[in-house]
């Protein structure tokens, strides 16, 4: 009895003693985005990834070391969400940051500018030249959010028509046309499901309201009275009878049902597909082509946090120089399918454009999700419009 | 003079002090972890069930809205024809799958670890792996279509009800197969040869021998594959198509539309459910045993 009551008291202690020298909640970091252990040597940066996805943290894994031993900087890689960065960033005093760069989504940088987490400017930096390749308006803003050139896009991702080129040799050239022939390939219209965790089925419903005239940058309330609102809705409801049912629930099972021929075109983000196409889990034949009406346009920013220590920014101003050099944003549109942040295209290979549309011609009509409204019905109410 | 009494007592009571110590000491860990990880989040749950989306006080509403609502009606109705469809395909295969097991035939090593496979792989690789081979070019589809002379057609299962219940028997059934095959394992053959000797016909011994003596493995077994249906996300998130059960429901509410309360009254209504349906099951199947 004795010795049991002994082992108990010493196992207590022992669960008592962990749990007291283990760090308190509000010391640790939670999720993937925590600090790694600080290296040995004296020129480390950390730079954490908020934007990418599987593809672009696949790339930045093979892309890091090569940065590493070209600027001598031993670059700690770390993906983490927007939310949690800000949380991070703004109980961070002067000088005592921990993340010296950052890769944010539009509205990250949005978020972060406006609870008042400072950043260096980046325009004019002298340790960031290749700032100049970079289209100097896109500087001033990130997709409609004022940046001041605090931000500097490191791509830009888009969505367009993805199509197995096997099934359809002659792709349509805008949604009407879509509409108008969808007969033909009834059954196997893919979309996934407007009320999933990922985007792409929302973004298919704004972008085929957009091409049936529906003007997204009025308020909801106004563009909900619109004869284009009523027209698209009800075309809509009419093209949905031809997609393939049921909808994908997550972009893997949109990507099963195009592997399986199930779906032969869709609208999805080009640069996820066509690398998922080259992994080898897409046909081979899957090519994108693009619609004048437009498609989603997104992008992801590099940005240096004030609050890291001013040795640290000289570092991560190299960084993103290297970051934005012509060789780094054409080895990611090769590998990647992604367009380049910066605007210098003529060394960007043939190969690139046969499976890509131009940067011309995506530029020019690159809408972003700019109606939250407009965007959360469609989250909510979506499926209903699924005939 | 002290009572002899008095000093049993109060040996007695001292005694009882000292075991009620060591209980509450050993129970202390194991105590820490369930109100930790179990009673505490609940609690946050349940509070967070009664709050209303804007946070403007306390009120059933989001119990009154999802129970009046023909849609989670519908949920609730689909998570339950999944998990017990499920729960009784795995006992259909178990039972005999254990009866031949038991003899020890040739290659039971291997399809023992068969099995086992199931457990191995993460839900969702399974998900994903089940729709490509059940897909209308899949293995089984191209088996069935150019091996049979007499099928033309390529079986449809992908999301498909009988084709969830399908991949739900396929990941879940090995826990009802292994607690009913080591229930029958442990029976004693010598009852089950008295009952034959005496003249009990071979479905007679199984009906009254066999059967009610491997309950306690079916009914445990059975009990953790209706649990892990019914709790099951992954698979009908990926492959369930339109048949959405209450998990995915509840994903919804709380990551897409960043509803928590009424994420957390779902979560609660699921509880509350499940465990109905395992009382009422154990009563059903405690007293089918004991008849």
């Known amino acids: 009895m004795k010795s049991m009551l002994k082992l108990c008291a010493v196992m207590t202690l022992s669960v008592s003693l962990i749990a007291g020298c283990s760090s308190s909640p509000a010391e640790s970091t939670t999720g993937n985005a925590s600090k790694p252990s600080p290296e040995p040597q004296n020129q480390s940066i950390t730079f954490i990834d908020t934007a990418g996805g599987a593809n672009t943290q696949k790339f930045f894994s093979e892309m890091i070391p090569k940065a590493s031993s070209e600027l001598g900087i031993k670059i700690n ?15 961070q005093k002067q000088g005592e940051g921990d993340i010296d760069v950052l890769l944010l989504k539009p509205d990250g940088v949005g978020n972060m500018i406006e609870a008042g987490i400072p950043f260096e400017t980046l325009e004019n930096n002298p340790e960031i030249p290749n700032i100049s390749l970079v289209e100097p308006s896109e500087l001033k803003d990130a997709l409609g959010i004022a940046t001041n050139g605090k931000a500097v896009p490191f791509w830009h991702d888009q969505f367009g028509i993805l199509y197995n080129s096997d099934k359809i040799k002659n792709p349509p050239k805008s949604w009407d046309e879509f509409y108008e022939r969808r007969g033909e390939w009834a059954g196997h219209i893919g979309m996934i499901r407007s009320d999933a965790k990922s985007g792409g089925g929302r973004i298919m419903q704004r972008d085929i309201l957009l091409g049936y005239g529906v003007d997204f940058s009025k308020p909801f309330e106004t563009i909900q009275k619109t004869a284009e609102w009523t027209n698209g809705i009800n075309k809509f409801s009419e093209f949905s009878k031809a997609f393939f049912k049921p909808l994908a629930s997550e972009p893997p099972v949109l990507f099963q049902q195009f592997a399986s021929e199930d779906v032969w075109i869709t609208e999805y983000a080009i640069d996820y597909t066509l690398w998922s196409r080259d992994q080898g889990l897409l046909p081979k034949s899957v090519k994108s082509t693009f619609f004048p009406s437009g498609h989603y346009g997104g992008a992801a920013y590099l940005a240096i946090p004030t609050n890291a220590p001013d040795s640290q920014k000289e570092l991560a101003a190299k960084f993103v120089n290297w970051m934005l050099s012509e060789e780094t944003q054409v080895n990611m549109m090769e590998t990647l399918w992604i367009y380049m942040g910066i605007n210098k295209y003529d060394n960007v290979p043939q190969t690139v454009w046969n499976n890509v549309p131009s940067w011309d011609v995506v530029k020019k009509s690159r809408i972003p999700l700019n109606n939250n409204e407009a965007y959360t019905f469609l989250k909510e109410k979506g499926m209903d419009l699924v005939k | 003079m002290r009572n002899p009494s008095s000093g049993f007592l109060i040996f007695i009571s001292m005694q009882f002090k000292k075991d009620n110590l060591l209980t509450l000491l050993l129970l202390f860990p194991g ?4 109100i930790g990880l179990f009673i505490y989040p609940l609690c946050i749950t349940f509070t967070n069930s009664l709050t209303i989306s804007n946070h403007t006080g306390y009120s059933l509403q989001n119990y009154i809205d999802l129970l009046s609502s023909a849609k989670y009606w519908n949920v609730i109705g689909i998570t339950f024809v999944l998990a017990i469809s499920t729960t009784i395909l795995s006992v259909l295969i178990a ?27 993460l839900a969702l690789i399974s998900a994903l792996g089940l729709l490509i081979v059940w897909d209308k070019n899949g293995w089984v589809n191209l088996f069935l279509t150019q091996v049979l002379p007499f099928i033309d057609e390529p079986l449809k299962i992908n999301y498909t009800l009988y084709g969830l219940i399908l991949f739900y028997a396929w990941l879940y059934s090995p826990h009802t197969i292994l607690m009913t095959l080591s229930s029958i394992e442990g029976i004693d053959r010598n009852v089950e040869q008295a009952a034959t000797i005496t003249g009990a016909k071979p479905f007679e011994v199984f009906r009254y021998i066999t059967l009610p003596l491997s309950m306690s493995g079916i009914r445990s077994g059975s009990v953790m594959t209706f649990l892990l249906a019914f709790g099951a996300f992954n698979v009908p998130l990926i492959a369930g198509g339109n048949y959405r059960p209450l998990t995915v429901a509840i994903y919804t509410e709380a990551g897409v539309f960043n509803n928590w309360p009424k994420a957390s009254a779902l979560a609660i209504i699921m509880g509350i459910l499940e465990i109905i349906f395992i009382l009422i099951y154990f009563k059903l199947t405690k007293k089918r045993s004991a008849a």
């Open chain 1, 77 to 91: 890689y770390v993906t983490g969400s927007g939310a949690e960065i800000q949380q991070r960033l703004s109980a």
């Open chain 2, 31 to 34: 105590l820490v972890f369930f």
């Open chain 2, 95 to 121: 039972l005999p799958l254990a009866l031949i097991l038991r003899k020890r035939v040739k290659g039971h090593t291997f399809i023992r670890l068969l099995i086992l496979l199931p457990l191995t792989v």
